[in-house]
T-cell receptor, first 115, second 111 residues
Framework: DAMVIQNPRYQVTQFGKPVTLSCSQT?????MYWYQQKSSQAPKLLFH???????NEADTPDNFQSRRPNTSFCFLDIRSPGLGDAAMYLC??????????????FGPGTRLTVT | RKEVEQDPGPFNVPEGATVAFNCTYS??????FFWYRQDCRKEPKLLMS???SGNEDGRFTAQLNRASQYISLLIRDSKLSDSATYLC????????????FGDGTTLTVKP
């Protein structure tokens, strides 16, 4: 089945220790998104890629970076995790950005704990 | 004021009840609208796209009112398995790719 895969599902890192979360998709979608979701809150968009074009949200901290080496993979790098970065990180894809192709399909998420 | 607002609930209803959720949005340039369902500690899953003419999928009906800038979701004959958080999502044509999620409405269906 075509899907969005995230690894690892659970990640524990130490305060200040860089961590990378990965996402892959078999849907061949053009757009990949990274969201941060904290308990009882809406998912918050960090950035997205349309093909190789990177779009950063204005309020995304510099501590968060992303790479998309090819259509299938996208990575979220947190350079110096703080306690406030503990959250669920969700990767999503959409076929395109046109109005009839913008349904997003989410991976299962990576739950990040910072100690 | 938030760009997308939902009544957080919780809505506690008995099985078989009909329940409706509303979601208001502030940006009139909004282009596409969706309802997602999110179970506890799981990822959001697309429930329905919302079309201008309204659309129905089994027990679920979605409506869009552009003049008043709200969308709605109606669930008929509620099942225990409908218990979840329902997220309203709005995308804009002025900021390519940006989708804004509401905080969600929590529904609990009880026997």
């Amino acid at each position: 089945d075509a899907m969005v895969i995230q690894n690892p599902r659970y990640q524990v890192t130490q305060f200040g220790k860089p961590v990378t979360l990965s996402c892959s998709q078999t849907l061949n979608h053009n757009v990949m998104y990274w969201y941060q979701q904290k308990s009882s809150q809406a998912p918050k968009l960090l950035f997205h890629y349309y093909d190789k074009d990177f779009n950063n949200e204005a309020d995304t901290p510099d501590n968060f970076q992303s790479r998309r080496p090819n259509t299938s993979f996208c990575f979220l790098d947190i350079r110096s995790p703080g306690l406030g970065d503990a959250a669920m990180y969700l990767c999503a894809t959409s076929r395109d950005l046109s109005s009839d192709r913008r349904e997003q399909y989410f991976g299962p998420g990576t739950r990040l704990t910072v100690t | 004021r938030k760009e997308v607002e939902q009544d957080p609930g919780p809505f506690n209803v008995p099985e078989g009840a009909t329940v409706a959720f509303n979601c208001t949005y502030s940006n009139s340039a909004s282009q596409s609208f969706f309802w997602y369902r999110q179970d506890c500690r799981k990822e959001p899953k697309l429930l329905m796209s919302v079309y201008s003419s309204g659309n129905e999928d089994g027990r679920f009906t979605a409506q869009l009112n552009r003049a008043s800038q709200y969308i709605s979701l109606l669930i008929r004959d509620s099942k225990l398995s409908d218990s979840a958080t329902y997220l309203c999502v709005v995308t804009y044509n002025t900021n390519a790719g940006k989708s804004t999620f509401g905080d969600g409405t929590t529904l609990t269906v009880k026997p």
